[in-house]
């Protein structure tokens, strides 16, 4: 038997080669046709259950082993920062020939598993997705049909699925600096509930920062990132005395922005702001936002680089790609002298 | 023959029925099978061709005529506009038991030719999609191979689509009348080029209003909808005394805003900004805007019901629903005596 590399499906042309048979001979013995002699069948159909052959892919194979389709999901489309993401992807697979389709997770394990399972149906031959901590059973089902993977903004402990994710440490850091130089302390936290990797990355690395400037790190929120609790919390921390907030996304970002105005404070002024993500939405305050920006461009060219040297069999050149963040200057944290 | 519902594709059993043979023949003659009799597969040919059986949903047709997924095609998704009518067409849908996948077409007619061509290659049993003016020959093919497909916010001129599209009407028109009273005249409106129906109708709607309350239409600048335009186009209006901005769509109003700024304007001072789409960016605002809101939530409902209806063989209740718009008043105009 030939080796084949890892993660790259095989074909029916793989099987006919592994039994030793031609591709015709393979076709009609994984049928059951009754024209090919039963040690034949055998033959080939151990072959095929070494491989781990997909037989609906079968009569596709035949003619053409790509359907020339990748299948991105995602947790929702509310966040621009996502339908970036989904642009990006669309538009670059499109340049290499791909056509994309997309699915919405909501967040929900049983819907990223759903669309998965509909990616696999519809034959696509590669997906990108942003996972969930409880998705790594669906993940590893896919790993182990050898179809093409890429996990993208998030990534699952302990996976062997090549990941591209945002390092949010460089502009956390700095925004921690910057507002103890304005003498916006303390600084208050805004962060996801910890069942994803971006939210338990976020929150590490403002506590590392806070620690390593001696300064308190126990202002933080913990809650879904929506714009209500980032309303909310907020207003929470600025009953606990933060004089500045770090709101660890886009949403929290826009529910913060939201509880300022209700309080009637002016961000830049009466409290200093650092918002996530460089967005439209955020360009159009009466006081630009200084943000942790995440270079979605980038990530998403490199998700679509990997996935298609996965399709095309090559061996990867990184198998985790760590995109830094920057800290883009608006005019919400005080100068100060 | 037998008659079909128009719309209705085609099944393999259709075939068979008008051929008068089994399932099994029917299938047999159409893979050219030599057990079948010459005369048997020639006529089993001709009732395909005659009822536009497409042979490439052949094998899956033997064992489920449907694939229970929706294809949805959107111009954009930068739009929250359309992220939030993709993710309730999808999260209905699912309720359905439907898998729903998105494609994004970038205002691009050829995009959106290849997102339904690629829709057909996935066996889709429906598509709800946003047309554009010059894909009336990409729609008529759909049309013809007698796939279910609805058009959603906008519509093609003189098509026997079904469509689902927001009456811009009576909230342009509400807007005119409180501007007037507000005496916020002469209003500048900002719109759309001419090649969708959206941006047709919501330049009629405003002319009407316009003229029947006397008061003059020519200030309109008609662009692209994007951010740059929006804010170009709301400058040149201000050059040329308007005292008020209708922008036609979400994303003109974002760029109106931030000529506003920039100008260091502050809107419903001096000057009155009317908006388009009740979205999240416009509630951040220090004050909030009043919009035109197009009901995109029902605009959804009533596609998917539509799609539904479609897919089982249904006779549709309406071809053509128009969900009217409301103003929902914010403080961006000046309240007068």
């Given at each position: ?55 609906n892919a079968q009569a596709r ?107 949010s440490t460089p502009a956390i ?75 660890g996304d886009s949403i929290s ?85």
């Amino acid at each position: 038997m030939t080796h084949f590399p890892i993660r790259r499906k095989a074909t029916l042309k793989d099987v006919a080669h592994a039994a030793g048979v031609s591709i015709s001979t393979a076709s009609r013995a994984l049928s059951n046709n009754p024209i090919i002699a039963e040690s034949t069948r055998r033959q080939v159909q151990e072959a095929a259950a070494k491989l781990k052959y997909r037989p609906n892919a079968q009569a596709r194979a035949l003619k053409n082993s790509r359907t020339n389709t990748i299948g991105v999901a995602l947790p929702n489309l509310q966040n621009p920062y996502f339908g970036q993401m989904a642009t990006t992807i669309q538009n670059l697979g499109r340049q290499a020939g791909f056509i994309t389709i997309i699915s919405i997770t909501n967040e929900n394990p049983n819907q990223l598993n759903e669309a998965i399972n509909a990616f696999i149906a519809q034959q696509v031959d590669g997906m990108i997705i942003v996972p969930h901590n409880d998705s790594q059973e669906a993940l590893t089902a896919v790993v182990e049909q050898h179809i093409p993977i890429v996990c993208i903004d998030r990534e699952i402990k302990d996976s062997t699925i090549p990941s591209v994710v945002s390092d949010s440490t460089p502009a956390i850091t700095e925004a921690v600096h910057r507002l103890i130089d304005a003498q916006c302390t303390p600084i208050g936290f805004l962060t996801g509930v910890q069942n994803t990797s971006t939210s338990q990355q976020r929150t590490k690395a403002f506590q590392h920062a806070a620690k390593k400037a001696q300064i308190s790190d126990d202002l933080i929120i913990y809650d879904i990132f929506d714009l209500a609790s980032g309303e909310n919390g907020a207003e929470e921390l600025i009953k606990k005395g933060a004089k500045s907030i770090i709101a660890g996304d886009s949403i929290s970002t826009a529910g913060a922005i939201r509880a300022f105005y209700q309080l009637g404070m002016i961000p830049g002024e009466e409290i200093a702001l650092v918002g996530f993500d460089n967005f439209l939405i955020f360009s159009i305050q009466p006081r630009p936002l200084t943000v942790i920006s995440q270079d979605v461009e980038t990530m998403s060219k490199q998700a679509v680089k990997l996935i298609m040297e996965l399709i095309n069999g090559l061996v990867i050149s990184e198998s985790r790609i760590l995109t830094p963040t920057t800290l883009e200057i608006g005019e919400t944290i005080p100068v100060q002298g």
